[in-house]
């Protein structure tokens, strides 16, 4: 004979699993933020021709490489985290917020990211290349990157250098994280438009 299991059963295994997935937390999408007008001082006075400015696709390394924020946990241990993530490809948007940046500070439109603006095009051509970019929640973020400047029809090499940048971060919050990215991306888009407006 078979045992015909109540109604009620059956409802309250529907409402555990919908209670489950109404649990589950959302991700959330990040992206790095350009500097403002309001807050640039541009690096160059204005000239009656703009500086053109080809922005090679910046390098990551391959561990930041992916969808997740990734934070550095200890010494040696990376942390990924699944629910707060990059809105798109990483090295796209450092790439693009650079190029953002060199305009406002060089007062210059004619800024863009390879190959919008092919090398040979532009009257100078900036490669970067992140070396890392360490993020620790509570803590701080330190961005470590090689970046040149080639000048001319030939694209001599007129600046080079190695350099560090850092921010300390108030919170254990992932925006907050993002933000301070962009301040350090800030830092070194200066450093190149400084560069850059000492060979003209």
């Not at 040696?76 to 790439?95: K, P, Q, T, V």
């Not at 360490?134 to 001319?152: F, I, M, P, S, Y």
């Not at 450093?191 to 060979?199: D, G, S, V």
Request: charged share 20%.
């Amino acid at each position: 004979m078979k045992r015909h299991l109540p109604r009620s059963f059956f409802l309250a295994i529907v409402t555990v699993l919908l209670a489950g997935c109404a649990s589950s937390p959302s991700a959330r999408f990040y992206t790095l933020t350009p500097l403002v007008q309001q807050d640039a001082k541009p690096s160059a006075q204005e000239t009656t021709t703009p500086v053109s400015i080809s922005v090679a696709p910046v390098e990551i390394p391959d561990y930041l490489d992916r969808p997740q924020i990734v934070t550095r946990d200890g010494r040696n241990e990376l942390g990924l985290a699944e629910f707060d993530r990059w809105a798109g490809s990483l090295g796209d948007n450092i790439s693009a917020v650079l190029a953002e940046n060199l305009s406002t500070l060089l007062g210059s439109e004619h800024v863009s990211v390879y190959p919008r603006m092919r090398a040979e095009q532009a009257d100078y051509s900036v490669a970067m290349q992140v070396l890392r970019l360490d993020c620790t929640l509570g803590d701080r973020v330190l961005l470590k990157v090689q970046w040149t400047v080639l000048a001319g029809k030939d694209k001599k090499a007129v600046a080079t250098r190695m350099a560090t940048f850092t921010e300390s971060l108030s919170d254990k919050r992932y925006e907050t994280l993002v933000a301070a990215v962009s301040n350090t991306l800030e830092q070194v888009s200066r450093e190149i438009a400084r560069a850059i407006t000492a060979q003209r």
